[in-house]
């Protein structure tokens, strides 16, 4: 019975890694900030304002997976909605990532700020 309840636990914790994370919790992604300082300022802002509409867009997404992941967790203990392809989590840590990298060559070229206000 003992072994049982290993696998058991084990199980859990595989499906309970398996679940999609707010976005709010996704670390950004290192990306360099070389093609970045070959921007010009306007340039950089512009690009920053691109990036940062894809992530709100894949934001919004990633929060409806990740609550429906929590919902069906507590009903049949599987993350339904990441397994069906609906975690974006790579994307938004490279968004992020690259939104980094783009006030980071910004601060380096000492443009005005690029963030919104």
């Known amino acids: 019975m ?6 058991t636990a084990l199980c859990m914790l595989l499906l309970l890694s398996g679940c999609a994370k707010q976005p709010g919790d996704i670390v950004a992604a290192a990306i360099p900030t070389d093609a970045y ?3 010009s300022c306007e340039n950089l802002a512009s690009e920053r304002a691109g990036k ?3 992530l709100g867009t894949l934001s919004g997404a990633q929060e409806e ?20 392809r609906g975690d974006n989590a790579k ?3 490279e968004l992020k990532g690259q939104i980094n990298a783009i006030d980071q060559a910004s601060q380096a070229k000492t443009c005005a700020s690029v963030k919104p206000s």
């Open 2 to 7: 003992g072994v049982m309840k290993h696998k």
């Open 37 to 39: 300082l070959q921007m």
């Open 52 to 54: 940062e509409s894809q």
């Open 65 to 84: 997976t990740a609550n429906r992941d929590a919902a069906w967790m507590a009903i049949i203990h599987v993350p339904v909605a990441s397994m069906s």
């Open 91 to 93: 994307q938004i840590a």
